[in-house]
T-cell receptor
Framework: EVQLVESGGGLVKPGGSLRLSCAAS????????MNWVRQAPGKGLEWVSS????????DYADSVKGRFAISRDNAKNLLYLQMNNLRPEDTAVYFC????????????????WGQGTLATVSS | IQMTQSPSSLSASVGDRVTITCRAG??????LNWYKQRPGKAPQLLIH???SLQSGVPSRFSGSGYGTDFTLTISSLQPEDFATYYC?????????FGGGTKVEI
């Protein structure tokens, strides 16, 4: 069974940093590209970032470009999101999501999601 | 690519046929997915490539459309279907979602 478990959320002041993690199990993590998707309280879904299976292809939403960095450790089955210079509008539940097909390319169809971790940016 | 869903909410009863529409701001061919989200839960993929039913999803869910106009249909609404539904384009980055349609009793 595919399992994705996020951690690392919490309360941080504006301008601060957080590092989110997503622990993957139940599938060959190194074969799938991965994504972060966020949801502000009471709002809709927003794609944040993608990383290919090898880590060679990475992309970001304009709203986080230059502040967030996605990475992965295929030996440890871990996905990361380093969030710097955080703003109140970054307050959201952050989900990690696996794509539907294995391969070293970025895809936008997400078939397995974690339960999310809440990051709150407030003074 | 802007994704526009309608309606933003609807009221329905168990057994009703429900239709939700999604319009893309440009031609996305069939790169359209539908997700279901219940409160406090992660989204669940229902339909991918506009009309392909994801494994394990009940056959009362169906999707149609191509280009810019798409539809999600629930043929006979069940109690567990009361949720918010999102369309999403996977044609190009940034992958964008519609604003959601809340299906209420």
């Amino acid at each position: 069974e595919v399992q994705l478990v996020e951690s690392g959320g919490g309360l941080v002041k504006p301008g601060g940093s957080l590092r989110l993690s997503c622990a993957a199990s139940g599938f060959t993590f190194s074969s799938y590209s991965m994504n972060w998707v966020r949801q502000a309280p009471g709002k809709g879904l927003e794609w944040v970032s993608s990383i290919s299976s090898s880590g060679n292809y990475i992309d970001y939403a304009d709203s986080v470009k230059g502040r967030f960095a996605i990475s992965r450790d295929n030996a440890k089955n871990l996905l990361y999101l380093q969030m710097n210079n955080l703003r109140p509008e970054d307050t959201a539940v952050y989900f990690c999501a696996r794509v539907v097909l294995a391969g070293d390319y970025v895809l936008g169809t997400f078939d397995n999601w974690g339960q999310g971790t809440l990051a709150t940016v407030s003074s | 690519i802007q994704m526009t869903q309608s309606p933003s909410s609807l009221s329905a009863s168990v057994g009703d046929r429900v239709t939700i529409t999604c319009r893309a701001g440009q031609d996305i061919t069939s790169y359209l997915n539908w997700y279901k989200q219940r409160p406090g839960k992660a989204p669940q993929l229902l339909i991918h490539a506009a009309s392909s039913l994801q494994s394990g999803v009940p056959s009362r869910f169906s999707g149609s459309g191509y280009g810019t106009d798409f539809t999600l249909t629930i043929s006979s609404l069940q109690p567990e279907d009361f949720a918010t539904y999102y369309c999403q384009q996977s044609y190009s980055i940034p992958f964008t979602f519609g604003g959601g349609t809340k299906v209420e009793i």
